[in-house]
C-alpha cells in the first residue's frame, strides 16, 4: 500500500522538470556508454585480429628461414663431411664440383655453394669451370671460422655475391683438418631476393612490413625492401630493446626505428638459428574500418541524442504549459469555490458555505460534548425599508449591515454568513448562552449605533432583531432543529417588539419533539 501511495504521489512543477531532464541525461549517457563500449570492444576485436594474422605471417616466415638454412646447412654438413675425410685433391675436387653444381639446383633456396682453403682461395663451387678463381679471406664468416673452433653453422649478415653481383645471405660451417686446426670453410649463399619473393606472398598492407634479422639486429631480407638493406640494423628498435630481452615471441604495438610507421607487430626468435622473425602491419590499416564505423556510431548517436534533447526541450515546454493551465485552473477554481462559497452582494459567507461549516462544527461539538451557538438575525421592517428607498438603497443597507456583522465575529473559528434575504446567521463553536447573546447584543448595538435611517421603522432607524439558540452536548442530525428553534426564538423577538434579542439554552437537541419542550424557556434581550 506504501508502495502505491508512492507511486500515486503527485510531483511538483519542478521536480517533474528535474525528473524528465534526469531521465533524458541518464538515457543519452547510456546511450553514450553503451556506443563507446561497443566501439572499444570493435577496436580491441580488430586489434586482437591483427595481431592473430601477424602472428602466423610470422609463423610461415619461420618456417620457411628454418626450412631453407636448414636444408643449406645439411648439404654443407655433408660437404664438410667429404671433404673432411676425403680431401680436395685431384678428382675428388671435381667430383665435389659436380656435387655441389648439381645441390644447388635440387636444394631450393640456395644459389651457391663453394669451399676455401685456409687461405680463404676458392677450391671447388658450384658454378661453372669457367669463373675465376678468387680469394674471399676478407669476408665475416671466413674470419669467424678462422678464428673460432666453433663448428656449428654460422649464418653472416648480407654480403654482395663476387660471383654474380646479388645481395646474399652466407651460411658455412668449418672445415676441421685431422689434427685439428683450421682447414677452410664450407659455403652456400641464399639469395636475399629468395625470401623478398616470398614475402611478397604475405597478407600485409601497403604499410606493412615482414623482416628477418641476425640476432645483432642486422637485416637480412624486408618486405619492402630497403637501398641500404645491407647496412640498416634494427638492434635499437623497441622489438630488440624491450620485448626479445624478455620473450622469445610476442605482439606490440611499436613505432618502426627504420621508417616511423605504427604498426602492430608479431615477433619471434627463429627455434636453433640466430635469426628473429617479425612481421608489422599498420596500425592505421588497421583501424581505418574500425573508424569509419566508430564515425557512423557517433553519427547515429549524435542524432539520437539530438532528437532525445529536441524531445525533451518539446516535453519540458508542453509540461510548462499543462503546469500553467493548470495553477490557472486551480486559481480558477479556488475563485470560483470563493464566489460559490461567497454572498456576491455583501461578501460574507453563503447559505452553503454556512450549512457546511454547521455540520462540521455540530460533528465536532458532538464528539466533544461541548456548546454550539447559533445566532440568526433579521433586519427589523426591512420591506418598508426597499419600499420607501427602493432596491439599490435596500442593498447598500444589506452591505452596511454585512460589514457590522462580520466585525463583530473575531475568533477564527466563528462563521458569519447571508442566510437569505435580510436574515444573517452567525455561527459560534464552544459558546455558552452568555458569550452568544454578548455577541448577539454586540451586534444589535452596532447596528442601532450606526443610526441608518428608516422613516417607516417607528424607531426612525434601522434595527435588528435576533434569534439565538444555544446547544450543549449536541446529538448528531439535530443542526435543522437548532436552526428552526433559532428561527422560532427570532420570530418571538419579533412578535415582542422588534430590536431584541431572544436566546435558549437546550441540552442534547436531536428533533422537533425535544424542541417543542424546550421552547417555552427563552430570555429575551
Not at 17 to 27: E, K, Q, R
Not at 195 to 215: P, S, Y
Request: charged share 20%; net charge neutral.
Amino acid at each position: 500500500m506504501k508502495h502505491l501511495s508512492f507511486m500515486s504521489t503527485r510531483l511538483t512543477a519542478s521536480a517533474l522538470t528535474t525528473a524528465l531532464i534526469s531521465f533524458i541525461a541518464l538515457v543519452c549517457l547510456s546511450l553514450i556508454l553503451a556506443t563507446v563500449w561497443q566501439m572499444n570492444q570493435s577496436k580491441l576485436e580488430r586489434v586482437a585480429t591483427a595481431k592473430v594474422a601477424v602472428s602466423n605471417i610470422v609463423l610461415a616466415a619461420e618456417q620457411q628461414a628454418q626450412d631453407t638454412l636448414r636444408q643449406a646447412d645439411n648439404t654443407l654438413r655433408d660437404l664438410v663431411e667429404r671433404v673432411e675425410h676425403d680431401g680436395i685433391a685431384g678428382e675428388q675436387q671435381t667430383r665435389l664440383t659436380k656435387l655441389m653444381a648439381q645441390a644447388a639446383v635440387n636444394v631450393e633456396g640456395i644459389q651457391g655453394l663453394f669451399i676455401y682453403d685456409a687461405h680463404g682461395n676458392w677450391v671447388a663451387n658450384s658454378f661453372s669451370k669457367g669463373i675465376q678463381t678468387k680469394n674471399n679471406s676478407d669476408r665475416g664468416y671466413f674470419i669467424y671460422h678462422r678464428d673460432n673452433a666453433d663448428e656449428s653453422i654460422h649464418i653472416g649478415s648480407i654480403v654482395r655475391s663476387r660471383s654474380t653481383g646479388d645481395m646474399v645471405i652466407p651460411i658455412s660451417r668449418r672445415i676441421t683438418a685431422a689434427d685439428g686446426s683450421f682447414a677452410g670453410v664450407a659455403l652456400a649463399t641464399v639469395p636475399v631476393d629468395y625470401f623478398q619473393t616470398f614475402f611478397e606472398r604475405m597478407d600485409v598492407d601497403d604499410q606493412g612490413v615482414i623482416f628477418l634479422a641476425l640476432n645483432n639486429g642486422d637485416l637480412l631480407a624486408r618486405r619492402p625492401t630497403l637501398t641500404a638493406l645491407m647496412t640498416t640494423n634494427v638492434a635499437k628498435g623497441d622489438i630488440f630493446t624491450r620485448y626479445l630481452p624478455y620473450s622469445d615471441s610476442g605482439t606490440a604495438l611499436i613505432t618502426s626505428v627504420v621508417d616511423g610507421v605504427e604498426r602492430i607487430y608479431a615477433y619471434r626468435r627463429v627455434s636453433g638459428l640466430p635469426i628473429v622473425a617479425a612481421a608489422g602491419v599498420s596500425f592505421q590499416y588497421v583501424i581505418a574500418p574500425w573508424w569509419a564505423y566508430a564515425q557512423r556510431s557517433m553519427t547515429l548517436t549524435g542524432m539520437i541524442i539530438l532528437a532525445l534533447a529536441l524531445l525533451g526541450i518539446l516535453l519540458y515546454r508542453q509540461i510548462k504549459q499543462v503546469m500553467t493551465a493548470e495553477g490557472e485552473l486551480n486559481i480558477a477554481r479556488n475563485e470560483l469555490e470563493i464566489i460559490a462559497q461567497t454572498d456576491s452582494l455583501t461578501h460574507l459567507p453563503n447559505r452553503r458555505c454556512f450549512d457546511a461549516a454547521l455540520q462540521r462544527e455540530w460533528a465536532r461539538a458532538s464528539r466533544n460534548k461541548s456548546t454550539i451557538a447559533i445566532i440568526l438575525l433579521d433586519i427589523d421592517w426591512f420591506k418598508q425599508y426597499n419600499d420607501t428607498y427602493g432596491h439599490l438603497r435596500g442593498d447598500d443597507c444589506l452591505k452596511q449591515v454585512a460589514g457590522l456583522i462580520g466585525n463583530s465575529v473575531k475568533r477564527a473559528g466563528d462563521v458569519a454568513a447571508r442566510y437569505g434575504g435580510e436574515e444573517f446567521v452567525i455561527l459560534l463553536p464552544e459558546t455558552d448562552l452568555a458569550g452568544a447573546l454578548r455577541v448577539a447584543e454586540k451586534v444589535k448595538s452596532s447596528i442601532a449605533d450606526t443610526f441608518i435611517e428608516h422613516s417607516a421603522s417607528p424607531l426612525g432607524k434601522l434595527t435588528i432583531s435576533s434569534g439565538v439558540v444555544v446547544i450543549n452536548a449536541p446529538q448528531k442530525e439535530g443542526y435543522t432543529a437548532a436552526l428552526e428553534a433559532a428561527d422560532r426564538l427570532l420570530y418571538l423577538a419579533k412578535t415582542k417588539g422588534r430590536n431584541r434579542v431572544e436566546g435558549q439554552l437546550i441540552q442534547g437537541l436531536c428533533g422537533e419533539d425535544h424542541l417543542a419542550e424546550v421552547l417555552p424557556l427563552t430570555l429575551g434581550v
